[in-house]
C-alpha cells in the first residue's frame, strides 16, 4: 500500500442533540453532468426536519427528503440521485458528506436545478459554507445508530465491514492495477474538524479512458480539470494533487455523504474495499434492516 492507515487521537463520544444552521448560505456553480448552472442556497429548519431537498424552480416547489426511501437505485453507477414523485435532485453525495460530516442534522437545501454545483469536484466549499453559517443546537436529541456487533456485507465484489467502536471511523482500502493509481488506503475518526481538513478537499477523480464513454452517455458536461482528478494511461493529468492519496479520501467522502441517508449519526468503525456508491446504498440498506432502523 502506498499510504499508511492514519491513527488520529482518540476522543470519547459527547452526546448530543439535533443541530440545525444559525443562518443560510448560498452559492452558485455549474453542474458535473447537467453542465447547467445552479444557485443552492442551506437554509435552517425545524428539529426533527432531516435533510431536506426543495426543488425552488418548480412550480410547487416539492421537498425530497434524504433517505434510502428516496433513492433510485438505478442511477449509483456515477452519482447518488433523490426522486419524489416527478421532482429529482442528483449528484448530492458531496452536500449530503459536508452536512453529515459537520453534523448539521436539520437542514432545507433549496436548488433553482436538479443537480447542485459541482464546484471544485469536492466539498470543501460546502463545509466552508456550513462553518460560516454556523450551527445551532437545538432541545432534541440525536441518538447515534451504533454497531454492537461486528458484521460484514459483500455486493457485487466489493466489502463494507463494520466493527464496534466509541467513535465513527472509517477505514478505506483502494485497489488498482492501473499504473498511475496504485493501490491506497486512509483512515480517519470522522469530526467536524478532521473532516475539514482532512476529507473535504478531496477531489473526485476518474480515468482518461472513462471520459468519451460518459460524455456519448450524456455526463460530464459540466467538468473540467479543475473540478476532478483526471488519471491518465501513464500520469495524473493535473498538476499536482491536494494530498498523494487524494483519490482513497475521496472515496470516505463519498461513503459519508452516501451513508447519511440513514438519517442519524453513526458510531462505529467502517472499513470499505472496492465501494462505490451503489454499494454504500446496499449496505446502508442492509444496515437499517440488520438493526431494525
Avoid at 19 to 48: D, F, W
Avoid at 110 to 120: I, K, Q, S, T, V
Avoid at 124 to 141: D, R, V
Wanted: aromatic share 8%; proline share 7%.
Amino acid at each position: 500500500m502506498e499510504s499508511a492507515i492514519v491513527e488520529p487521537l482518540m476522543a470519547s463520544p459527547v452526546p448530543r442533540t439535533r443541530n440545525t444552521l444559525a443562518s443560510e448560505a448560498s452559492i452558485s456553480g455549474r453542474g458535473v453532468h447537467s453542465g447547467i448552472v445552479s444557485n443552492i442556497t442551506l437554509s435552517p429548519a425545524p428539529p426533527g426536519s432531516g435533510i431536506r431537498f426543495v426543488r425552488i424552480d418548480l412550480p410547487t416547489q416539492p421537498v425530497i427528503r434524504a433517505s434510502y426511501n428516496t433513492l433510485v437505485d438505478k442511477e449509483l453507477d456515477r452519482r447518488t440521485t433523490l426522486r419524489a414523485g416527478d421532482a429529482v435532485v442528483y449528484t448530492i453525495e458531496h452536500v449530503l458528506s459536508a452536512l453529515a460530516a459537520l453534523q448539521v442534522d436539520d437542514v432545507d437545501v433549496r436548488l433553482d436545478a436538479a443537480e447542485p454545483p459541482f464546484l471544485d469536484g469536492s466539498s470543501l466549499q460546502y463545509a466552508a459554507m456550513i462553518k460560516s453559517a454556523g450551527t445551532i443546537a437545538t432541545e432534541l436529541p440525536a441518538p447515534p445508530i451504533v454497531i454492537k456487533k461486528p458484521l460484514a456485507f459483500i455486493h457485487a465484489g466489493a466489502e463494507i465491514s463494520a466493527v464496534p467502536s466509541h467513535e465513527f471511523r472509517v477505514s478505506f482500502f483502494y485497489t488498482s492495477d492501473h499504473p498511475a493509481l496504485r493501490n491506497q488506503a486512509y483512515s480517519v475518526v470522522v469530526t467536524p474538524e478532521s473532516y475539514f481538513k482532512e476529507i473535504a478537499p478531496a477531489r473526485t477523480f476518474c480515468f482518461f479512458e472513462e471520459i468519451e464513454a460518459m460524455r456519448k452517455a450524456g455526463l460530464i458536461k459540466g467538468a473540467n480539470l479543475a473540478s476532478a482528478v483526471v488519471i491518465g494511461r501513464k500520469s495524473i493529468l493535473n498538476e499536482s494533487l491536494r494530498f498523494p492519496d487524494e483519490p482513497v479520501r475521496h472515496k470516505i467522502l463519498d461513503f459519508i455523504g452516501d451513508m447519511a441517508l440513514l438519517g442519524a449519526p453513526l458510531q462505529g468503525h467502517f472499513l470499505a474495499w472496492r465501494a462505490g456508491h451503489a454499494v454504500n446504498a446496499a449496505f446502508g440498506k442492509h444496515l437499517q434492516k440488520e438493526l431494525d432502523l
